[in-house]
Structure formats: C-alpha cells, structure tokens
C-alpha cells in the first residue's frame, strides 16, 4: 500500500517517530493545543484529528484511533508498516474494576488480557484467550515519570474487550485474574507492535469505578485528563 493510505492523507515526513494515541479526536485536538509547539493539522480523514508539532524540541505526533480494536488495528498498522514509526503510546479512559484504583487515577498497562476476535488476524487456529503485552522499557519509564510527578498511578495487567455492553461476567474475569479495568483498544495496540518489532504502551485515566456505577461526565473525558498526556509526552 502506498501513502496516503485510505484512513491518513499525511507525508511520511509528517508523521513523528512516535505516536501519542488518544481514542477519542477531540482529545486528540486538546493535547496537541495545550502541549504542542509548532503543530499542524497533518491528517483528518474521518475526522481523527491527527497534529505533529514539538513537545521540549522533540517532534511527535497526536493522532485518535477511535473506539474498539478494529478502528485502533487499522491506524497503528498504517503507522506502524507503512510511515514506519518507531512507537505509539495510547492515552484513554478506562473503567476500574474496584474503588481501590480511585476516579482520575492512572493505569499503565504492562500487558493485555483479552479473548478478542481481533487475534484471529494473526491465530491460524483461531482466537485463543491470553496475554499480550507492552514494551518492558516504555513500562520502566512511565512509571519512573509518574513517581517523578508524584501521579497516581497502577502498573498492571488489564482486560481489552470487544465489547462495551455485554451479558458476559467481565467483573468476576477480572478479579479472578488480577486485571486492574477494562477498556477495547490495548490488545490490538500491542498486537501490531509485537508483530512488527515496535514498542507501544497504553497509559489510561480512570474515568469510572464500574462494579459502583460512578462515572466521571463525557466533558471530563475529552478535557480533563491531562497526567496520562504529560506522562506519555515524556517518553518520546
């Protein structure tokens, strides 16, 4: 495939070497404004709302992903095979399993649990439930920066699901297994790099305690969750 692709009209010479990735374009728009020097609009096909600019000098691009592992499967496989980027760091919400991991908290996921129809794109057998995980060093230093910050924050194993409303039992999985929260983009995200050789990382910001049904407002989501960005922007 050539570039442009279908989903992205840059330049490779538009797209940094590493890749912050919001799930949703308007926060996308956000971090880039608030973060960014000299940033310019590369892309927005299907309105992603992708910017390059310069974060302490250093190039780096915000681009969304939109929701679930097909639309993140797509983006991060452009950029990974096609603009040849070296990583992509996903900042995005996600729903924590107990009160013990409070509303606006950090969770850097180390790896990836999932039984998502997503894997069959690379299972010859078929999907199997599992592990995939983050780049150990790109873990190493988001929590070496969240210390330094002094953020709230858990390093572990979460749950990326295909599904946002299902009959399935996700709590009692999880607890089971140890997973901090869930969330519908990390398991693709971490397939593609492992795949190719590259680093990828997901850092999200607790947007609601699910068991309780305590859930932060959509404008939260899109404007407030400002420690995963500086966190992620800090590993480029």
């Given at each position: 495939m050539s570039i442009p692709t279908p989903h992205n009209?840059?330049?490779?010479?538009?797209?940094?070497?590493?890749?912050?990735?919001p799930g949703d374009p308007m926060r996308s728009k956000m971090i880039a404004e608030t973060f960014l020097d000299n940033l310019a609009l590369v892309n927005n096909v299907r309105n992603v709302q992708g910017y390059t600019g310069t974060y302490k000098g250093v190039p780096v691009t915000v681009m969304a992903s939109g929701m679930g592992h097909p639309?993140?499967?797509?983006?991060?496989?452009?950029?990974?095979?096609?603009?040849?980027?070296?990583?992509?760091?996903?900042?995005?919400?996600?729903?924590?399993?107990?009160?013990?991991?409070?509303?606006?908290?950090?969770i850097i996921a180390e790896k990836a649990y999932s039984s998502s129809n997503y894997n069959n794109f690379y299972a010859k057998n078929g999907n199997r439930a599992g592990y995939v995980y983050a780049n150990k060093e790109l873990c190493s230093k988001a929590e070496a920066v969240a210390q330094k910050m002094d953020i709230d924050y858990k390093l572990g194993p979460i749950l990326s699901s295909d599904t946002f409303y299902t009959d399935e039992d996700e709590m009692s999985m999880c607890l089971k297994l140890g997973l901090l929260g869930v969330e519908m983009e990390s398991?693709?995200?971490?397939?593609?790099?492992?795949?190719?050789?590259?680093?990828?990382?997901?850092?999200?910001?607790?947007?609601?305690?699910?068991?309780?049904?305590?859930?932060?407002?959509?404008?939260?989501?899109?404007?407030?969750?400002?420690?995963?960005?500086?966190?992620?922007?800090?590993?480029i």
């Open positions: 009209k840059a330049s490779k010479e538009q797209i940094a070497k590493t890749v912050i990735m639309s993140i499967g797509i983006y991060s496989y452009e950029l990974f095979h096609f603009y040849d980027i070296d990583q992509i760091i996903r900042v995005g919400s996600i729903g924590a399993v107990s009160d013990a991991t409070p509303l606006r908290s950090l398991l693709a995200l971490y397939l593609n790099a492992n795949k190719c050789g590259k680093k990828a990382l997901t850092i999200c910001t607790v947007s609601n305690i699910i068991p309780k049904g305590i859930d932060l407002p959509s404008e939260d989501r899109q404007n407030g969750f400002k420690d995963m960005a500086r966190v992620a922007l800090e590993l």
